[in-house]
């Protein structure tokens, strides 16, 4: 059984740094999509960034420059490396697992807000 599990999320203020991580357990393809999603409060939930198995990586526009992410494969770990984080980024940030022929993988999300 495929679990993911984030931490790493808190209150900040505007401006520092934040990582995230997120451990995926259970059998997993190794091909694979591992990434980071966002949903604020009365909105869409949507991609922050995701990383292939072989290092393609795609972000969001609101994040490019700001966020790096990361991903340990022995470990089956992906980081999100938070700089410069703005108000606008408070959101329940989740890990996501994507493999083929298998649905999406989703951790319980954690909490990151920042204070201006």
């Known amino acids: 059984q495929v679990q993911l599990a984030e931490s790493g999320g808190g209150l900040v203020q505007a401006g520092v740094s934040l990582r995230l991580s997120c451990a995926v357990t259970g059998s997993i393809f190794s091909i694979n999509t591992m990434g980071w999603y966002r949903q604020a409060p009365g909105k869409e939930r949507e991609l922050v960034a995701t990383?292939?198995?072989?290092?393609?990586?795609n972000y969001a526009g609101s994040v490019k420059g700001r966020f790096t992410i990361s991903r340990d494969n022995a470990k089956n770990i992906v980081y999100l490396q938070m700089s410069s984080l703005k108000p606008e980024d408070t959101a329940v940030y989740y890990c996501?697992?994507?493999?083929?022929?298998?649905?999406?993988?989703w951790g319980q999300g954690t909490q990151v807000t920042v204070s201006s």
């Open positions: 996501n697992l994507k493999m083929p022929w298998d649905h999406d993988y």
């Open positions: 990383m292939t198995n072989n290092n393609n990586i």
